[in-house]
């Protein structure tokens, strides 16, 4: 994509003709599928049918095919194609290249076809996308007023609206924007009083006030116009950034003869040329009213008048402001590259940024006039993923990551990024949302802003703070420090940022090769001794990934075969692989020997994608099977951020009931393995214990004052609140059920007394779819001996385990390699916000006791509370025992607090978003917004004119996609 390449060539040498028809240029329609059938072949590269020697082409629904100007672009832009052969050729990991005319048509290579949902309408325009808006002018401060007076009522104030959510559409991170609507007076439409970025969560905020308003009274445009200006003016002297380029009043009305000349005298026409106001003015709806005044207005302030007659060319005339704001950038001749934000690729390929470079008319014979217009913006593209791919995801170990924010401070990729299939605008996450918000982050001085910060301005460093770590299921979280290192992304807007666990310090650095295998034996053989489970990777470098160990040997012996290339393999994945294979092959015998009797199963997961399960016959290969892949199982995370016993119960949202078949969940423990010389966790070892069998210990090691048949309460919480066991049968069919729900009014007194913490959470990428007198026994509770129940439920089962492991499988004493330090009407869905709580013990706590005071009868409940840690191991369980409830018993509430959990829909969003303030960004583009050559053509001709019959069709299919969705 160089200046006075092929596309500046192609569009020089052609001879423009006005006779040209349909026929008379070919090009291949990415819409026609049968006319493509037999030019296409699959390509892994693209995940779909390509041809790698054509393109495709891309017309919208709305804009006829035998157009003039379509019909000349597309004659053109033909030779493209050897400028992007020519690339393709040059560079193995190219993606998609294309062109989008500012005419409508997008030119794709390679070839493929142009496929939408079932039953969707292809409404895609090139002129829409954000690559192309960001990449074909500089950014914009825009105003949007709306005329909501008498007269435009009905059809009138719907097109309206349309409009205006057209206008936004235009609008990227880049850009700022607020709209008013007036009438006698002036509002602005939603909760926003100033310019906001136009991103994805402020434009629905925008187009949700825009939907609520109703016409009345008269309108006064001097009042309006004197409004937009003073908003200008106060935007210019506040401390918010701004685009600081291409300030545009954008008025929408059903006409008018006032045009507030005055205002513009004194307001607008006073200042300097390079400082004026552009003002793009819109006719709306079938309108006997003249339009003299408001086109009067568009052509004196350097802007464009537009009719809006209907809804099919709503679309069309509304970006046609685009090609008037271009026009400084085409006379400066500037050919700016710029990277965009990210987006879903339409053509399959997951999450992407584009760089562009915009196209300018530089042919011949080309008046005036034409010189200053754009023709388009060439593109291609880089997808997150392949970002993902340069960065040293093994050293980096299951728990760290990494990351890549924008400019604007937006993350570019994330591991808890999350985009929905439906989701058309960049997600625009913010680093310091996608990360979990806390105090330390948030505050203008806090590391993590400072992190933000540093990043956003494209400087190198590091920082180590702690944070709150959410773990996978989102139903716990642990605060943990962690080390963050980044820096700039050469010839890019973006910063990578890599955050490593404090305990990732250490990696394994193999002095073996894959060749070194055989001599240990014949490798990759599963045996009948244990159950095998492998995660699914790619151990072969170009192969597929692995489903089971048999996959693997049988790459194994093609590869030795094949002469043992040594490119074949991925060495670190293959070698740990094999280290954790034979150093675990023993472990049915310890299972035999010494937990047969103990426990239901245990097993064994690695770093290295290794899961070991004993016995062979278990049950429980199911239920660790979804988790093969051991980088992404929460469990396995958990363990490794947790400096103890992780007990853990299958999660459940609701009250288990009388007809449910399943049977009370089996209770998960699991300890990470450390080689302490070099605080590296290498594996995570676990056990399933029967439900029953912690219920028998609480009974008989407590002299039964945890009895089932016994007047106390007593309850075995996790970290997180939930309900790991309890001596009330009734209790039984919650076990994993969050406390708050078992015994409402206890978790209360807990929270207010600090026993849990919680944090609350918002997740801004979620889907939506659419009376007794009796007193209490006041008996004194006898806590038994904690360091015995502590134990039983930890020690004795696990010390046998543990002095094995430390003693046969120490994985630092298996190493012939040094450890070396890591390099520093389906249901419609819609997206929303979410609120959740996860609960966690402050590190400070020990134990606790109270009393739960009844407010209508003399009655009080007793509780004790106790973190059950040792000299030995310290474990995530909360013990807690209580008198049993009273009848009739109201217990006082400690204030009215909301014991949030689980997701709920957030329902204030506007107010949150409203309320937040702007974060740091940085202006990475020059402005181009004057230039002393730019001539206006406020009210021309369309450059692409739109007929009739078109704007009927498209109207029609407008509306009917509206009613489908």
Not at 129 to 138: D, H, I, N, V
Request: a negative charge.
């Amino acid at each position: 994509m160089e200046e006075g390449g092929y596309e500046g060539k192609s569009v020089r040498d052609h001879k423009w003709r006005e006779d040209m028809r349909i026929g008379d240029v070919q090009y291949w329609d990415a819409k026609n599928h049968s006319q493509l059938h037999d030019i296409l072949s699959y390509n892994e590269r693209f995940l779909q049918s390509i041809n790698e020697s054509v393109s495709t082409v891309h017309i919208p629904v709305e804009i006829y095919n035998g157009n003039i100007d379509i019909l000349n672009g597309l004659k053109w832009s033909n030779d493209l194609d050897q400028a992007f052969l020519k690339n393709y050729e040059n560079d193995p990991d190219i993606l998609w290249q294309y062109f989008g005319s500012q005419t409508g048509f997008m030119r794709t290579f390679p070839g493929s076809k142009w496929s939408i949902k079932h039953d969707d309408v292809d409404l895609f325009d090139v002129r829409r996308r954000p690559w192309y808006t960001q990449g074909s002018s500089s950014p914009k401060d825009m105003l949007i007023l709306i005329d909501t007076s008498g007269s435009v009522h009905g059809q009138a104030l719907s097109l309206i609206k349309v409009a205006v959510k057209s206008i936004l559409d235009t609008l990227g991170e880049n850009d700022f924007v607020n709209i008013a609507n007036f009438s006698k007076s002036v509002t602005f439409v939603s909760c926003f009083e100033t310019f906001v970025q136009a991103n994805h969560r402020n434009k629905k905020i925008l187009k949700e006030g825009v939907d609520a308003l109703t016409a009345k009274d008269m309108a006064n445009y001097e009042s309006a116009l004197t409004f937009a200006f003073d908003e200008f003016d106060k935007f210019d002297n506040s401390s918010d950034s701004g685009a600081k380029c291409n300030r545009m009043i954008m008025l929408l009305t059903d006409g008018g003869t006032d045009d507030a000349e005055k205002v513009f005298n004194e307001r607008n026409f006073k200042r300097p040329d390079e400082d004026q106001v552009r003002v793009f003015t819109y006719a709306v709806g079938q309108t006997a009213n003249p339009n003299r005044g408001i086109r009067w207005m568009a052509c004196a302030n350097r802007g464009k008048f537009s009719e809006i007659p209907a809804m099919g060319a709503i679309r069309a005339r509304v970006q046609g402001y685009v090609d008037v704001i271009a026009r400084p950038v085409v006379l400066s001749n500037r050919h700016d590259m710029k990277w965009n934000s990210v987006y879903r690729d339409g053509l399959g390929l997951g999450m992407m940024t584009t760089v562009t470079l915009p196209v300018y008319n530089k042919t011949d014979n080309a008046d005036r006039q034409a010189n200053q217009t754009i023709l388009g913006v060439m593109g291609t593209d880089v997808t997150t993923a392949q970002m993902v791919k340069y960065t040293p995801e093994w050293k980096l170990g299951p728990n760290g990551y990494s990351f890549a924010i924008n400019a604007n401070g937006y993350v570019m990729f994330h591991p808890k990024l999350r985009v929905h299939d439906d989701f058309k605008d960049p997600p625009n996450m913010d680093f310091l949302d996608i990360e979990v918000e806390n105090k330390e982050k948030e505050e203008t001085k806090s590391v993590g802003n400072q992190l933000r910060k540093n990043m956003t301005d494209g400087i190198t460093g590091d920082a180590s703070m702690v944070t709150y770590v959410i773990s996978a299921d989102n139903n716990h979280t642990d605060q943990e420090r962690r080390h963050y290192f980044y820096r700039n992304i050469k010839s890019t807007s973006f910063s990578l940022g890599l955050s490593i666990p404090s305990y990732q310090e250490y990696t394994m650095v193999f002095t073996s090769t894959p060749k070194d295998i055989v001599k240990s034996g014949t490798p990759f053989i599963e045996d009948n001794k244990s159950i095998v489970l492998v995660a699914p990777w790619k151990y072969v470098m170009n192969g597929s990934v692995a489903s089971n160990l048999s996959d693997i040997y049988s790459s194994y012996k093609k590869w030795e075969k094949s002469g043992k290339d040594d490119g074949f393999w991925d060495n670190e994945k293959l070698l740990t692989l094999h280290l954790d294979l034979e150093k675990t092959e023993h472990m049915h015998e310890f299972f035999n020997k010494f937990m047969l009797n103990r426990t239901e199963a245990i097993f064994v997961a690695t770093y290295g994608g290794l899961t070991r399960i004993c016995p062979t016959g278990s049950k429980y290969k199911e239920k660790i099977e979804k988790d093969r892949d051991t980088w992404k199982a929460s469990y396995f995370k958990r363990a490794l951020d947790y400096d103890g016993l992780v007990f853990s119960a299958p999660y459940t949202l609701k009250e288990r009931t009388e007809n449910d078949t399943e049977p009370i969940p089996d209770i998960m423990i699991t300890k990470s393995v450390t080689v302490t010389q070099y605080n590296y966790k290498p594996a995570v070892i676990g056990s399933f214990v029967k439900h029953e069998k912690i219920v028998e210990i609480l009974g008989t090691e407590t002299d039964q004052n945890c009895g089932v048949d016994s007047s106390i309460d007593c309850y075995l919480l996790d970290d997180g609140a939930f309900l790991i066991s309890s001596n009330r049968e009734e209790h039984f069919d919650e076990v994993g059920r969050f406390f708050g729900k078992v015994d409402p009014l206890l978790m209360h007194e807990l929270y207010n007394m600090s026993v849990y913490q919680r944090l609350e959470d918002f997740d801004y990428q979620a889907t939506c779819s659419l009376n007794d007198s009796t007193t209490s026994s006041a008996i004194r509770l006898r806590i038994p001996s904690i360091n015995i129940l502590f134990e039983l439920l930890t020690v004795n089962w696990w010390s046998s385990i543990w002095t094995w492991w430390v003693s046969n499988l120490s994985f630092y004493s298996w190493l012939n390699a040094p450890v070396v330090e890591t390099a520093n009407a389906p249901e419609v869905n819609k997206n929303c916000i979410k609120q959740q709580a996860q609960y966690y013990i402050p590190t400070d706590f020990s134990e606790i006791e109270g009393v739960i005071e009844c407010i209508n009868v003399n009655c009080t409940r007793n509780y004790k509370a106790i973190k059950l840690n040792n000299s030995k191991l310290k474990s995530n369980l909360m013990f807690v025992m209580v008198d049993a409830k009273c009848d009739g018993c109201l217990e006082e509430k400690s204030g009215d607090i909301d014991l949030l959990q689980e997701p709920k829909v957030f329902e204030k969003e506007s107010e949150h978003f409203c309320n937040k303030q702007a974060r740091y960004r940085r202006v990475t583009e020059p402005c181009y917004d004057y230039h002393e050559k730019e001539e206006s053509d406020c009210s021309g001709p369309l450059s692409t004119p739109v007929s009739v019959a078109v704007i009927v069709i498209a109207t029609i299919v407008t509306v009917l996609c509206t009613w489908i969705r």
